[in-house]
T-cell receptor, first 116, second 113 residues
Framework: NAGVTQTPKFQVLKTGQSMTLQCAQD?????MYWYRQDPGMGLRLIYY???????DKGEVPNGYNVSRLNKREFSLRLESAAPSQTSVYFC???????????????FGSGTRLTVV | GNSVTQMEGPVTLSEEAFLTINCTYT??????LFWYVQYPGEGLQLLLK?????DKGSNKGFEATYRKETTSFHLEKGSVQVSDSAVYFC????????????FGAGTRLFVKA
């Protein structure tokens, strides 16, 4: 099925460990996003990529890095995990930033990350 | 700045009851408005949208009307089902926000048989 695929679905890290969350979309979308979801706080944008070759900070970028590997793939890296990064992470895509205003976003099913 | 405020949940209803989830927004420019739904263990799915004032978005029996005068986009359904139990997010995109989506905190709906 077409859509956004995230891996892994679950992960437990120890404080200070690093990991990369993977995201791939097969809808030929130009723009991709990483959000985190915490109870009572909705979704907060971490980083986004308006198009291949560009990345920009969102609302809560500290402690994260991203790579737009190609048009399909957008990864999120935690270099030194902290308990405050325990969250559910969602990747999303849209045709382009401004067209998202007409069509909305397509989301992956999420990665549930626990940092102990 | 741009923001979205939703009614706090959880909302608990019996099957076939009428549903309203309130959503108000603050935005500069001309926002597009959305409702997303998240079922347990899944990502968000676009439920409906409206891109200009007085537009009505509808899908799967849900409706919401873009009210510029009251800056609201309330979600309604005439008769809920158990399968509608989920978390509902109101959201907006505006050109003054760089076309990035701003989400409300979400409202959890429980529907009892």
């Amino acid at each position: 099925n077409a859509g956004v695929t995230q891996t892994p679905k679950f992960q437990v890290l120890k404080t200070g460990q690093s990991m990369t969350l993977q995201c791939a979309q097969d809808m030929n979308h130009n723009s991709m996003y990483w959000y985190r979801q915490d109870p009572g706080m909705g979704l907060r944008l971490i980083y986004y990529s308006a198009s291949e070759g560009t990345t920009d900070k969102g609302e809560v970028p500290n402690g994260y890095n991203v790579s737009r590997l190609n048009k399909r793939e957008f990864s999120l890296r935690l270099e030194s995990a902290a308990p405050s990064q325990t969250s559910v992470y969602f990747c999303a895509s849209s045709e382009v930033l401004y067209r998202g205003a007409n069509y909305g976003y397509t989301f992956g099913s999420g990665t549930r990350l626990t940092v102990v | 700045g741009n923001s979205v405020t939703q009614m706090e949940g959880p909302v608990t209803l019996s099957e076939e009851a009428f549903l309203t989830i309130n959503c108000t927004y603050t935005a500069t420019g001309y926002p597009s408005l959305f409702w997303y739904v998240q079922y347990p263990g899944e990502g968000l799915q676009l439920l409906l949208k409206a891109t200009k004032a007085d537009d009505k978005g509808s899908n799967k029996g849900f409706e919401a009307t873009y009210r510029k005068e009251t800056t609201s986009f309330h979600l309604e359904k005439g008769s809920v089902q158990v399968s509608d139990s989920a978390v509902y997010f109101c959201a907006l995109i505006t050109n003054t926000g760089g076309f990035k989506t701003i989400f409300g905190a979400g409202t959890r709906l429980f529907v009892k048989a």
